[in-house]
């Protein structure tokens, strides 16, 4: 092994393990890695940014733009007003709310379909009594399983299309992923839609008392002078009120001590987490009271929103949220991702997927989420008259017919983008700005990193030394594995890199085996979209662990048999269609 290669290998592990454990922003590493392999000669300096030109990163950035007026076109509202009149089982509403956000995710990005199905399913939620439960994690992995069937269902698509046009001159058709992935698509949600209903089943509640969310929430709260939480040692806080205290501050200062002899007295302030629900018969009895009064406040309301990757709220502290502090916004409870939590209640650390409960202002907090890019989970008033709802989907549909007739992606797209900005739908200028630019940017820098995979000759190692293990010079052999090590890769890195990383390694596959690179190449794509085992491996699974109030284990639980069922039946038709 040469000098390029180990250096290469050992530098893709540690930005594998960087992004895995989400500790640096992706954005960071990713730039982070360009810049280290261009000081190991990897690649020369003109070859640096070519990924930031490349089409599978412009293609991106238009569809993100569209997305974006999709989202204030709101069309399914008056759909999901229907499918609510209609009273239909639960499966039917897990099922057909996961079926629209997969065929939103046909044309679109997985983030962009989940969150703009994810008002409707909320709505329903609340509607129909049905647990978020039973319906956030649905609609995430429906998401997902929507990208495999078209090319610009996700980056991992283009991005093998675009290594499939370099190797052989000529690359995927904008349905060739529907021959795999339609089938596996509509088994997922299916199985999930049935699998759900049996792992959260409803609670033992009568309809009108269900909570809309059964999810813990940290806040602080002060104790009044008739709470019944007087005189209660704090070990004894969970089995008595069903909170777990976490510090109790008098007198401005934490009042230090082992719990079983810390005591509560009037006027302390206590750090708790528990059930909202829990927190809101507190209040109701006036066991607990808000830590701070906020005052009269003209059309006074409570929004719950979640922290979305792109939010600049990422790593910041609850004190330090000025943009919601200068407008008379205050932060009264957050629902977190962190297992631990330190300090005081304005010291927490705000992560993607977290979920904030604003108080104050309605018009306010509007602005606020978003300046600060943050998803509210209600769904907003329509802003356009519902005439003008249907316009930008026509022109999208447009776009994407002329991307299936054969036009380059990124050439359709971008008049979509012209289109929607001369009848004023788009403000490009605004929306550039509100994009997911750590995603782009992770993207662009990771394709001359992928590139190095192929022309360092790393690919044809790592190829050989898996020959050792698998006879991968059969074909279906072969393609099992690369199903398998992309499957194995994306619950911890984002599908992007995996198929960055992998693309070269199927191609030297194709090469040594003398078949196709066709079916290899596919395999790659499913793999790194079948991402059901974690919440971290996509942040469709990180925003649906916070809204869903979802613990790790849920995800194993509930991915592991569609994992298992979506890898037998991928490579079966990947087999039967490709080879």
């Not at 990163?57 to 989202?71: D, F, S």
């Not at 199903?483 to 198929?499: K, S």
């Not at 790194?528 to 662990?545: C, K």
Request: aromatic share 8%; net charge negative; glycine share 8%.
């Amino acid at each position: 092994m040469s000098f390029e290669q180990a250096s290469l290998l050992i530098l893709l592990l540690a930005m594998l393990i960087l992004f895995s454990l989400d500790r640096i922003r992706i954005e960071v590493v990713s730039i982070a890695g360009l810049l280290g392999g261009y000081a190991l000669g990897l690649y020369p300096a003109e070859q640096i940014f070519t990924g930031f030109a490349s089409p599978v990163v412009i293609t991106v950035v238009e569809i993100l733009l569209i997305v974006q007026v999709l989202a204030r076109a709101r069309l399914f509202d008056s759909l999901a007003a229907r499918f609510a009149a209609a009273r239909p089982s639960g499966f039917k509403v897990i099922s057909g709310t996961s079926a629209l956000a997969g065929f939103m995710s046909i044309f679109m990005n997985n983030i962009g379909a989940f969150a703009i199905t994810l008002p409707v399913a909320l709505r329903l939620c609340t509607v129909l009594a049905i647990p978020r439960r039973q319906l956030v994690m649905p609609v995430s992995f429906a998401a997902l399983l929507g990208g495999l069937v078209s090319l610009i269902g996700t980056p991992a698509n283009l991005l093998v299309s675009d290594a499939l046009a370099k190797a052989t001159g000529t690359g995927f058709h904008f349905f060739d992923f529907a021959y795999v992935g339609l089938p596996v698509a509509i088994a997922g949600i299916l199985l999930i839609a049935f699998r759900v209903q049996h792992l959260f089943p409803e609670p033992d509640e009568t309809p009108a008392t269900i909570s809309p969310a059964a999810r813990r929430i940290v806040v602080e709260r002060r104790i009044p002078d008739v709470s019944p939480l007087i005189g209660v040692r704090l070990t004894d806080c969970p089995a008595r009120f069903a909170i777990k205290p976490y510090a109790l501050i008098r007198d401005d200062n934490f009042a230090f001590g082992p719990l079983d002899q810390l005591v509560i007295e009037p006027g302390d302030v206590l750090l708790a987490e528990g059930a909202d629900a829990t927190f809101a018969d507190l209040a109701a009895t006036r066991a607990l009271m808000a830590a701070h009064a906020l005052g009269l406040q003209p059309d006074f309301t409570r929004i719950e929103a979640v922290v979305m990757p792109e939010s600049t709220l990422v790593g910041s502290r609850v004190r330090s949220l000025e943009v919601f502090h200068s407008r008379g916004v205050a932060v009264t409870a957050l629902s977190m991702r962190a297992p631990r939590i330190e300090g005081r209640f304005l010291d927490l650390q705000l992560s993607i997927g977290d979920i904030l409960t604003l108080e104050g202002p309605r018009i306010a907090i509007g602005e606020a989420l978003e300046e600060s890019e943050c998803l509210p989970l209600a769904s907003t008033a329509q802003s356009e008259p519902a005439l003008l709802s249907w316009r930008p989907f026509a022109l999208f549909a447009c776009g994407v017919a002329a991307s299936a007739a054969g036009l380059r992606p990124d050439v359709a797209f971008a008049g979509v983008v012209l289109v929607l900005a001369l009848l004023n739908h788009l403000n490009i200028r605004q929306a550039m700005a509100d994009l997911n630019w750590p995603i782009i940017i992770m993207l662009a820098a990771m394709i001359p990193i992928g590139q190095a995979v192929a022309s360092t000759g790393a690919a044809e190692t790592i190829a050989g030394w898996l020959s050792l293990i698998v006879p991968i010079t059969h074909p279906l052999i072969g393609i099992a594995l690369i199903l398998f090590l992309a499957m194995a890769l994306t619950p911890f890195v984002n599908n992007a890199t995996v198929a960055i990383v992998l693309t070269p390694i199927a191609l030297e596959f194709a090469r040594a085996g003398r078949h196709a690179p066709d079916a290899y190449l596919i395999a790659v794509a499913a793999g790194a979209s079948l991402d059901f085992l974690t919440p971290f491996g996509h942040h469709n699974n990180t925003l649906a662990m916070g809204i869903g109030g979802y613990r790790f284990s849920d995800f194993l639980r509930a991915g592991w048999p569609l994992a298992v069922a979506s890898y037998g039946l991928a490579l079966l038709l990947t087999g039967l269609f490709w080879l």
